[in-house]
């Protein structure tokens, strides 16, 4: 099923969203039903970011694929699928019931996907027990179950600059929003600049104190400045950290499923 979601904006313009899939397989009410999260959206990628091959074709190299996201999250994702694919194929039952939650906003916040999440709470999630998020890396080639990851708040601090700053020496950081980063030189000045930085957070740090905290220090030390500028920050991303009990029976299982697999 494919989910429409809407995203309004600050001047009350309207952007449609990348739609959510949903798939159900099973309806057994004497199974657990377990939830496959995964998204399709990318990071983006250029050539001269370092790649060897371009990022949007993908590639085989020495048996291994690349390409940008293919490990992030497509390869995770495909891997569900396939295996719910083999249980068909093979006519064979599946332990548990699956459902797929895939998405095209993860790399942006997941805009939207609260939304969708609290309208279909007691609908598609009301028999969900168990939500696995296939979304983390490995740190080398052998199987991990990750257990916790950083959160992240992510800033937009924007300048607005004034048309007499011309007169005054200015510098140009490369990279931020409105500045120029091409080649050559170029001397216009911008009506602003938006900087945009995230901070990972650790357990026991919570997104709204980190906002506070990065708002207030930007704002202080800009009034140090005595600019006639003005400042505007925010905090786009909010996304909190989380720890997981590995000693947590799901944990267990998982780490039986690997040695029985992968040996």
């Known amino acids: 099923m494919l989910h429409v979601i809407k995203l309004w904006l600050e001047d009350g313009s309207v952007v449609p969203l990348p739609k959510v899939v949903t798939a159900a397989f099973g309806e057994d009410e004497n199974k657990h039903t377990v939830c496959v999260y995964g998204h ?4 983006p990628a250029r050539r001269e970011d370092g790649w060897a091959t371009d990022p949007y074709n993908l590639t085989e190299i ?12 497509k390869a995770p994702v495909l891997a569900w699928i396939h295996a719910v694919e083999a249980y068909k194929a093979l006519d064979m039952e599946l332990p548990v019931n699956v459902k797929f939650l895939i998405e095209g906003m993860e790399e942006t916040g997941s805009n939207g996907l609260d939304v969708l999440v609290e309208a279909q709470r007691d609908a598609f999630f009301s028999d969900v027990d168990y ?11 052998r199987p991990a179950l990750t257990y916790g990851t950083r959160g ?10 004034l048309a007499h700053l011309w007169r005054f020496p200015t510098v140009s950081i490369h990279g931020i929003e409105g500045a120029f980063s ?12 938006t900087a945009k930085f995230s901070i990972r957070q650790v357990p026991n740090m919570e997104p709204a104190v980190v906002e506070k905290q990065v708002t207030d220090h930007l704002h202080a030390v800009f009034e140090q400045r005595k600019s ?5 920050v925010k905090m786009i991303i909010g996304a909190k950290p989380w720890l997981a009990d590995t000693k947590h029976a799901l944990y267990e299982a998982g780490k039986t499923a690997v040695k029985r697999v992968l040996n």
């Open 40 to 43: 399709v959206d990318v990071q």
């Open 131 to 141: 939500i696995v998020i296939s979304d983390c890396g490995w740190q080398s080639a």
């Open 152 to 161: 992240n708040c992510y800033f937009y601090a924007q300048v607005d600059l």
């Open 182 to 193: 091409g080649r050559g030189t170029k001397t216009v000045i911008p009506a602003k600049v």
């Open 62 to 73: 020495n048996g291994n694929l690349y390409g940008r996201g293919a490990s992030d999250n």
């Open 228 to 232: 006639p500028n003005k400042l505007k």
